[in-house]
C-alpha cells in the first residue's frame, strides 16, 4: 500500500523515525517537518506485526533566505557597546594600511561585526543559562537551611538570588518580546492582552509621523514616508566596491 504522507500521519509517523538517518534508515524528525516526505510503503509482512516500512523524500525542496536581525535590546547594554567598539577599532587599526580602499574595508567591517555580534550573542545565552541552573541550585540549598535555622541572614541571600533570577528572565523576555509578532498575541487568553497593549504602545511610540525631504519640505504620508527610509538604506547597504563579486577570488 503507498499513500502520500498527510499531516496527520506524518506526525504519527514521526514517533518512529529515529534521530538520525544512516543507510537505509529514514532521515532525521526534520525532515517530515519541512514536508520532504513525499510518500511511504508499507511492504508485505513476513511476520506479524513486523511490516518494513520504506519512505520516499524529496530533497530538490530550495531553502528558504535567511536575513539577519540585530538585537536591539543590546544596545542598551554599556557591555556590548564596548565590546563592539574595541572590535571597530581593532578591524581599522589592523586592514586600514593605506592600500585598502574605503569601500573594501566597510564591506570587510560589516561582516566581520556580524560574526562578533552573533558571538556575543551566543556567549551571553550561555552565560545566563548557567546561571540561571546555578541559581536554582543554591536557592534549593538556601531554602532548605532556612526552614531548619529561619536566620535573616539566610533570607536576605534568597532574596537577592530571586531578584537576580528574575532580572535574568526580564532580558530574556524583553528580548522576546521584541522580536515576537503582535497579532499572535491580540488573538491570544487574557494574560496575553497586557502584551499586546505593551506591544502597542511600544510600536506608536516608535511611530514617525513626519519627516522633512532634501528641499526642506515636511512629508507626512506614511506611504511616502516608507519610501524614503526604503531608498536611504538601499543606498546607504549597497556595496560601494568596483570588483564583480563573481569574479572575485577566495
Known sequence: ??????????????????????????????????????????????????????????????????NC???????????????????????????????????????AMKSVLRGHIISYEVMEKRKSKARLTE????????EALYRVQNQPEVLKKISALRYEYNSILSKIVSRLLAQVRQKYLEFGDKPQRLLAR?????????????????????LTDPKRINECFADF???????????DPGAMEF
Open 233 to 243: 538604506y538601499e543606498k546607504d547597504y549597497q556595496s560601494q566596491g568596483g570588483s
Open 69 to 107: 536581525r540585530l538585537n536591539n535590546t543590546l544596545l542598551k547594554e554599556k557591555e556590548f557597546c564596548s565590546y563592539l567598539l574595541s572590535k571597530i577599532d581593532l578591524n581599522i587599526d589592523t586592514n586600514d594600511n593605506g592600500e585598502v580602499s574605503n569601500a573594501t574595508l566597510w564591506e
Open 1 to 66: 500500500m503507498s499513500i502520500d504522507l498527510d499531516p496527520v500521519v506524518a506526525a504519527a509517523f514521526e514517533d518512529f523515525l529515529p534521530s538520525r538517518g544512516c543507510g537505509t534508515c529514514p532521515p532525521k524528525r526534520s525532515a517530515i517537518k519541512r514536508r520532504e516526505t513525499k510518500s511511504y510503503h508499507c511492504q508485505a509482512a513476513p511476520l506479524p506485526d513486523h511490516a518494513p516500512v520504506s519512505l520516499k523524500l524529496n530533497l530538490n525542496l530550495k531553502r528558504g533566505e535567511f
Open 198 to 218: 505593551q506591544l502597542r504602545q511600544s510600536q506608536a511610540s516608535k511611530s514617525i509621523h513626519s519627516i522633512k525631504t532634501n528641499d526642506g519640505n515636511p
Open 135 to 142: 541559581i536554582d541550585s543554591q536557592l534549593s540549598d538556601l
